[in-house]
């Protein structure tokens, strides 16, 4: 629940707000992975790419096939002008898009563009 209002309040532009809905529900559920991409997202959105990047990685370690985890990864490091470990992550998130198109694996996307 708290992380499906965590990313009402991102499309909103709510960017603190949604980074307090997100840290609840990784208190809540620390072995849950979704929380943890939504807490990297909003403080990717906040320009704070460090604590981002460490919200990122705590979901890929919990979820390696996290694609949201890998695209917004992906985006730190080729904001920072690191092409190749951007590569990695970008080809990992559409591995993991194929995969879960292929054997229809349920899956959601947030498009924040």
Same mark, same amino acid.
């Given at each position: 629940?708290?992380?499906?209002?965590?990313?009402?309040?991102?499309?909103?532009?709510?960017?603190?707000?949604?980074?307090?809905?997100?840290?609840?529900?990784?208190?809540?559920?620390?072995?849950?992975?979704?929380?943890?991409?939504?807490?990297?997202?909003?403080?990717?959105?906040?320009?704070?790419?460090?604590?981002?990047?460490?919200?990122? +990685?705590?979901?890929?370690?919990?979820?390696?096939?996290?694609?949201?985890?890998?695209?917004?990864?992906?985006?730190?490091?080729?904001? +920072?002008?690191?092409?190749?470990?951007?590569?990695?992550?970008?080809?990992?998130?559409?591995?993991?898009?194929?995969?879960?198109?292929?054997?229809?694996?349920?899956?959601?996307?947030?498009?924040?563009?």
């Amino acid at each position: 629940m708290l992380t499906e209002h965590g990313w009402k309040l991102i499309k909103g532009g709510a960017y603190h707000k949604a980074e307090q809905s997100f840290a609840e529900a990784a208190t809540l559920a620390p072995a849950d992975a979704a929380p943890l991409v939504g807490l990297g997202v909003s403080r990717h959105l906040l320009v704070r790419d460090e604590p981002a990047e460490a919200a990122l +990685r705590k979901a890929l370690a919990l979820d390696p096939g996290s694609a949201q985890a890998h695209k917004f990864l992906g985006d730190i490091h080729n904001q +920072r002008g690191e092409t190749d470990a951007a590569l990695r992550h970008y080809r990992s998130e559409e591995h993991t898009s194929e995969l879960q198109s292929r054997f229809g694996i349920s899956y959601a996307v947030f498009c924040l563009k």
